[in-house]
């Protein structure tokens, strides 16, 4: 685990929501429209966090302002795993 308790490698949906503090709805419908890669098996969901921060960080900067606001506090948790 780090800092945020969140461990390291595989999360649930639920991990990866507090993690980046949005709904775990948000998550269940970012994996039905693709635009997190995920793993599954049946019916088991699982995210690889790098995988995700990378996936969110392309997508913010290619998004309109509307997702700054994302955009900013993925930076933020980057700059505190980072100790900055």
């Known amino acids: 685990m780090n800092k945020l308790n969140i461990p390291e490698g595989l999360l649930t949906t639920n991990q990866l929501a507090i993690f980046l503090n949005i709904h775990p709805w948000t998550i269940r419908y970012w994996v039905k429209n693709e635009k997190i890669k995920y793993f599954q098996l049946g019916r088991v969901v699982r995210f690889d966090r790098n995988e995700v921060l990378r996936s969110l960080e392309q997508n913010a900067n290619k998004a309109p302002d509307k997702y700054s ?5 993925l930076g933020q948790k980057h700059q505190l795993k980072r100790g900055v």
């Open 69 to 73: 606001s994302l955009k900013n506090r």
